[in-house]
């Protein structure tokens, strides 16, 4: 394609990477592209997706938010259970965690970040960022094309 200047411009160079988006307490925050994840402790998670086997890899969700503050140690003692986590996907679908679901101190579950699936990159349709929550009975909060995680107080 010819650009303003008459220059040749690549549309596949011109692709910006996806990344996922958290906001932590405080203002912090964290942008973070595949490449940043597959640096991080992946895990494997065999569970059954809409009744078919599927093995996904990622990493585990508390790990991608220790990026940024957390309600966690002595100064939220008080108010850590008024705290939670809304994931934002690229449709505009919305889901949401409450922080003692995630919080290792409360809970002994894990949910996940994926990038692959059976082996293979997500596909458009899932990814690149997905949301894996084994054992819960249905897949509300399986989050597809997750483009934010945002920590969140109630009021």
């Known amino acids: 394609m010819i650009g303003a200047f008459g220059l040749l411009v690549s549309a596949t160079l011109c ?3 996806a990344t996922l988006v958290v906001h932590g307490v405080g203002g912090t925050s964290a942008t973070l592209s595949v490449a940043d994840l597959s640096k991080m402790p992946q895990q494997t998670v065999k569970v ?3 009744g078919t086997p599927a093995t996904f ?3 585990v969700l508390t790990d991608v938010l220790a990026k940024v503050d957390l309600p966690t140690g002595e100064k939220f003692h008080r108010t850590a259970a008024s705290y939670y986590l809304l994931v934002e996907a690229k449709d505009g679908y919305r889901a949401t965690f409450a922080w ?3 919080d290792a101190i409360f809970m002994d579950k ?3 970040v994926v990038t ?3 082996g293979k990159p997500l596909s458009e349709m899932e990814g690149p960022f997905r949301l894996v929550a084994p054992g819960e009975k249905r897949a509300a909060r399986w989050v597809r094309q997750v483009t934010a995680l ?3 107080q109630a009021n």
């Open 150 to 152: 945002s920590i969140r």
């Open 15 to 17: 692709q910006v990477p």
């Open 116 to 118: 692959m699936r059976d």
């Open 48 to 50: 059954a997706d809409h």
């Open 110 to 112: 894990s949910v996940y």
């Open 57 to 59: 890899e990622g990493v």
């Open 100 to 102: 003692p679901e995630l």
